[in-house]
């Protein structure tokens, strides 16, 4: 970045958000309360598939204190549709609460809103439906059947969506291929689990006409344009705000039918209305991720080099299609970037997208890109124990080298940068693999099983509009917004149309604000979560806040920055171009005696404009947007190395040391990547280790708190080993790269591998699915002892 | 409804509660202390723990009635002012924490043990301790690191 000298970028400033959370200051939005709020309590559907027959609310209506029960019709008016562009597309639309049918178990049906939460509770009991239960598509084995009837009428089969891609030299390159493997992989149906369910607090001012929704989201205005549709109100009519939230990781960043529910109630009732999500409907009733098959097939020579790549890929989507990403998301990902870190030259790829009757689908952090790169780095593993070679040399001999950049994937995508076998030397650096290596053989000499995984990837960051246009998605998410004011005391406000939900972007973005403006951190606010600061914006999502957020901070403090040179540079009658900003004030270059306090001139700006130099108006304000180049992402780049023991009695794994090499660019703020980086691969872990939603066979979830949902805990993390690697982009400001994600996309490999390593010792079994469970590993240690004696 | 007298964080509170109330809802709603956050409901996340006359609770595992005659102490209480607490210093020097939701039942936790510690536990006692709040930001590295910091300075730098 040319400009000031930058102060605070790089450095491992304390976040300035921890003062309010730490003192249980933070305001949730469980936490707000208006006058005269009421509460809302859903009543949701026991089958996935059924046809209501009959309601009964009488009795729910007669309770005290209860003053209204909604069901489908009185919020007929409004739906959830978000449609594809991509050809053949069948579009599904979510009604706010079900109309006639119920497709997931989960589904709302009825809204009960009374004086207060306990009330509605207890009213809910009392409302009752009558169904006629149909036979569910209740996953990927019946859709793959293709014999029971589609979850929506109309519909031929059971797609959203298929689609293929193959470059020209597929066929020639896999046909002379000397070697083949196929692998077929499966990760189970979870999700984003954030310790904050989700809530909102709607209010209709009947004088104004206005809706205001506060709702933990990521996504503000998107939302608002969501329920703009769905209600059909201007835009100019609704102000969405999304005050603290504690944790979205993808799950936030979707509309749902309680939003759009709460509005309609509160204009209804004349009344605030408010729904705080409890734990078992978090479970039953937001957005799942994550549930993939994939089979996969790698062409490649005797130094098993990888000369083409076939793919099949089916994604369980549940009953609808969600705004603003629609039901293609995952599938459109995981084709793109499943040739991952590698020199792939050649590829054939179809996606499904299946439409079932479970839960909707939306994002969790690292979309599709964890199943990515579990089938690319399992196939790896495979390729390696096929050609007897080791499988950190088989990465090396197809890792995309540091001289391949710009690399064009076989997919369309292009990686700008990386360092990606640095980043694996790196990982094998820190994650001590030759100690890794003799703890081994010593575990192995007492008959211990000790396993060691490594995976590889890039990561698809900060994408803007080149990337969504070809997604076919009705809005594109090409850019986000900033404004910076000064005001006549010289401190600054920051308002930014992404979220902050624990990414420290508070604090990156008042750095970079800092810095441009010569003013210390302090003087700096960050505000951001109100669809009333600034014009537009998508939110945070897709690794991408800091890198378009910081970098449309940068260009609009650079603005207001440039007002304050003229007015400085009239003062000392001296050039702009020769004034400098930094440590408060503005000087001019040169003239030691020539200074200025930069709280001193914004108080001339505002408060004495005859100070002003000609055309320049009393304002330091400006509002900027930024849509990184190329607009197809930026590529950072990781290795992680695991190591693992399993006790043979139980099947349980324990990982025993976890590294990470990770590059995405120059970092804003050390402590706060390493944070992120941590916090995905727990949850990463937990993708590898513990996290299933199991269904019986009706499609109804069983796994619905957390005694039967596992999270990682404390003691099932091990402490993290972490090195930095700074390739900057060349097309970004500042040549950042986006990382939230990152961490959650190759625990899954990485711990499959560890565990089939330590499994070796045994016999040769593949480790084909997640979660590792205990039963699942006990099943293999079997399968390794048959296959083991038999040799 | 029952009559309850609570102390919460050193302020004799009276109130006319629903029996069935739960504390958390209490401390929320009837107080507005709304730093106490319901995670699960269910017992198991943590993030509703206070301290009830100094031993650590679920908040939503305990009815606002059961609280009767106690001191309750919440998060609103750790701070002296402005003044951070050493361990809610030592979560910021960490970044033990994100977003903040799970912070205030672990601030309760590590205070509880605080008051007992002699000498510095190692990072797995630290685990093991903390194991029954649930964090799903952090992966926990940065809390163990914070909690170590904490800990050390509480048992007096001792090991
Ligand atoms: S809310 Fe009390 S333990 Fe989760
Ligand atoms: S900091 Fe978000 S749950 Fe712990």
Known sequence: ?791 | MVEIAVEVNGRAETAEVDGRMLLSDFLRGVLGLTGTHVGCEHGYCGSCTVLVDGASARSCLMLAAQANGSSVRTVEGLADGEELSSIQQAFKDCHGLQCGFCTPGLLMTVTEIAAEVASTPSRHQIREQLAGNLCRCTGYHQIVDAVEQALDQAAGGGR
């Open chain 1, 1 to 791: 970045m040319s400009g000031p000298s930058p102060r605070l970028f790089g450095a491992r400033v304390p976040r300035v958000e921890d003062g309010r959370l730490l003192k249980g200051q933070g305001r949730f939005v469980a936490d707000v309360d208006f006058p005269g709020t009421l509460s809302a309590k859903f009543v949701r559907s026991d089958e996935a598939s059924s046809d209501i027959c009959d309601f009964d609310v009488k009795e729910a209506l007669a309770c005290e204190k209860v003053r209204a029960v909604f069901t489908g019709d009185d919020f007929a008016g409004a739906e959830i549709r978000c449609v594809s562009a991509y050809e053949g597309f069948q579009p599904s639309a979510q009604p706010i609460l079900a109309v006639g049918r119920t497709r997931y178990a989960g589904e709302a049906m009825a809204m009960v809103v009374a004086d207060d939460e306990y009330t509605a509770e207890d009213a809910a009991e009392h409302v009752t439906f009558a169904y006629r239960p149909l036979e569910p598509v209740a996953g990927l084995d019946d859709v793959l059947g293709e014999d029971r009837e589609p979850v929506h009428s109309g519909w031929v089969g059971h797609a959203f969506v298929r689609r293929s891609m193959a470059t020209d030299g597929f066929e020639e390159a896999a046909g002379s291929a000397a070697h083949r493997v196929t692998v077929e992989l499966r990760n189970a149906r979870h999700g984003a689990i954030p310790m904050e369910g989700r809530a909102c607090v709607a209010r209709y001012d009947q004088g104004s006409g206005l809706f205001e929704l506060w709702t933990t989201t990521q996504i503000p205005h998107l939302i608002r344009a969501g329920l703009s549709d769905a209600l059909g109100v201007a835009e100019s009519r609704i102000r969405v705000i999304s005050p603290d939230v504690g944790g979205g990781f993808g799950v936030k960043a979707q509309l749902y039918p309680e939003e759009v529910a709460c509005c309609l109630a509160a204009r209804e009732l004349g009344r605030p209305v408010k729904w705080v999500e409890d734990r078992r409907e978090h479970f039953i009733a937001s957005h799942h991720s994550r549930e993939h098959r994939h089979r996969v097939t790698g062409y490649f020579d005797d130094d098993g080099i990888l000369l083409a790549l076939e793919a099949d890929i089916a994604v369980d989507m549940g009953a609808y299609s969600v705004f603003p990403w629609t039901s293609t998301m995952d599938c459109g990902m995981a084709m793109g970037i499943l040739p991952g870190p590698y020199r792939v030259a050649e590829y054939s790829v179809t996606g499904t997208a299946y439409c079932t009757n479970k839960a909707p689908y939306g994002a969790y952090r690292g979309v599709a890109r964890p199943a990515a790169c579990f089938s690319i780095e399992r196939l790896m593993d495979r390729i390696a124990r096929h050609r007897g070679a080791d499988r950190t040399e088989i990465r090396r001999r197809n890792l995309i080298g540091p001289d391949d950049y710009p690399w064009h994937s076989a997919s369309g995508l292009v990686y700008d940068s990386g360092s990606l076998p640095e980043s694996l030397d790196k990982a094998l650096e820190v994650g001590g693999h030759n100690r890794l290596l003799a703890d081994q053989a010593a575990a192995r000499a007492e008959g211990r099983l000790f396993g060691i995984g490594l995976a590889v990837f890039t990561e698809q960051t900060a994408h803007t509009t080149r990337e969504f246009q070809q997604r076919g998605v009705p809005i594109v998410f090409g850019y986000e917004t900033a404004k910076v004011r000064l005001d006549a005391t010289g401190t600054a406000v920051v308002s930014a149309s992404i979220h902050d939900h624990g990414q420290g972007l508070e604090t990156t973005l008042a750095q970079i604000a800092a810095d441009r403006l010569g003013l210390s951190i302090e003087d700096i606010r960050v505000e951001y979560g109100d669809t009333d600061q600034v014009a537009y914006g998508a939110g945070t999502f897709a690794s991408r806040s800091a890198v378009l957020a910081g970098g449309a901070v940068v260009k609009a403090a650079d603005a207001v920055a440039e007002t304050l040179r003229q007015v400085a540079a009239h003062r000392f009658e001296a050039s702009p171009t020769d004034i400098v900003i930094g440590q408060g004030c503005l000087s001019v270059s040169g003239s030691p005696g020539a200074s200025i306090e930069i709280a001193e001139l914004c108080r001339l700006v505002y408060q004495r404009p005859e100070s002003l130099p000609r055309g320049v108006e009393p304002i330091l304000e400006a509002s900027r947007t930024y849509d990184a180049d190329p607009g197809t992402g930026v590529y950072t780049n990781a290795a992680h190395l695991a190591s693992v023991e399993i006790d043979p009695l139980t099947g349980k794994t324990k990982v025993l040391s976890y590294a990470i090499a990770e590059d995405c660019g120059p970092m804003i703020n050390p402590t706060i990547v390493e944070g992120q980086i941590f916090g995905g691969v727990a949850q990463g872990i937990g993708t590898a280790l513990f996290e299933e939603f199991v269904y019986d066979d009706e499609a109804r979830l069983l796994t619905t708190t957390f005694s039967d949902y596992l999270i990682p805990t404390m003691t099932d993390m091990p402490d993290f080993e972490v090195a930095h690697l700074e390739t900057p982009s060349p097309h970004t400001i500042g040549g950042l790269k986006g990382m939230g994600e990152g961490g959650a996309i190759a625990p899954g490999a990485a711990i499959a591998a560890a565990v089939e390593d330590a499994l070796s010792a045994v016999g040769d079994v593949f480790v084909d699915q997640l979660p590792l469970t205990p039963e699942r590993v006990l099943a293999w240690l079997n399968q390794a002892r048959i296959q083991g004696d038999g040799q």
